[in-house]
């Protein structure tokens, strides 16, 4: 079953954050492969996701897209047509984390993104991720998540 994708408006004004941090903070490359893998495996798969590498259930309805594959990459583990971009730069290490719930299976909010590689290590060399605490408030005060 496919399944629509939707970010989530964080105000009334219409912002968009994983809409904003895609264009804004990602490179083309990443975008291409994230958007690659959104398309290809998230909407397809939906909290799915969650018995692959791909995913990660958070608890509480919350879940977490991880992608660490480039395009070239993913689309091969996809068996799926790679056609090369213009400018090249399809392949490279990415670790990309996305955060999003799911509403009666056929939607996918997406709620929240960031770059582990651009996030500075804690102490003992252990990756540090955000406080999904933060988007709890706003995700779950508009109604039942499941």
């Avoid at 660490?68 to 090369?84: E, F, G, Q, S, W």
Wanted: hydrophobic share 35%; net charge neutral.
């Amino acid at each position: 079953m496919l399944r629509v994708l939707e970010t989530w408006p964080a105000d009334k004004n219409g912002d968009e954050p994983v809409r904003r941090w895609m264009k804004e903070d990602l490179s083309p490359p990443q975008r291409r492969a994230l958007g690659f893998a959104m398309q290809h495996y998230l909407s397809e798969n939906g909290v799915g996701v969650c018995s692959s590498e791909f995913g990660k259930a958070l608890g509480g309805g919350l879940y977490e897209f991880r992608l660490r594959y480039d395009l070239k990459t993913l689309a091969k583990r996809l068996d799926l047509p790679y056609k090369p971009t213009a400018g090249g730069g399809d392949d490279g290490k990415l670790l990309l984390r996305v955060f999003f719930g799911s509403v009666e299976g056929s939607l996918i909010l997406l709620l929240g993104g960031y770059d582990k590689w651009a996030i500075p290590l804690a102490p003992g060399g252990r990756g540090f991720s955000p406080d999904c605490a933060e988007l709890g408030p706003t995700y779950f005060s508009h109604g039942p998540i499941a």
